[in-house]
């Protein structure tokens, strides 16, 4: 079992800057790919960034390339996402997710654990 903690959501105006972290239980976090997932109301969820078990490999969606970037520290068993020149509609909660299988997959279904969520409100 894994669990998820997020942090670091909150409100930001456009522009702006905001680091979410995501705290991993267990002793096995290094063997799980992890990824970011967004949820705006009304809206499905969606993929955000994934990273391999090492950091070796990255993936983005391409509405965040250039200006999210996803890093992990297996050490400290977390996974963080630097937000840069935030637009509102990244307005969602986030949501950080454990796989197995090891790969930066952007598929929600090939994730097995998953986070509570923290809000991001991106003001213009």
């Known amino acids: 079992q894994v669990q998820l903690v997020e942090s670091g959501g909150g409100l930001v105006q456009a522009g702006g800057s905001l680091r979410l972290s995501c705290a991993a239980s267990?002793?096995?976090?290094?063997?799980?790919?992890m990824g970011w997932f967004r949820q705006a109301p009304g809206k499905e969820r969606e993929f955000v960034a994934a990273?391999?078990?090492?950091?070796?490999?990255?993936n983005y969606a391409d509405s965040v390339k250039g200006r999210f970037t996803i890093s992990r520290d297996n050490a400290k068993n977390t996974v963080y996402l630097q937000m840069n020149s935030l637009k509102v509609e990244d307005t969602a909660v986030y949501y950080c997710a454990a796989n197995r299988w090891g790969t930066a997959t952007d598929v929600a279904n090939n994730y097995n654990y998953w986070g509570q969520g923290t809000q991001v409100t991106v003001s213009s």
């Open positions: 267990g002793h096995t976090f290094g063997a799980y790919a």
């Open positions: 990273i391999s078990r090492s950091g070796s490999s990255t």
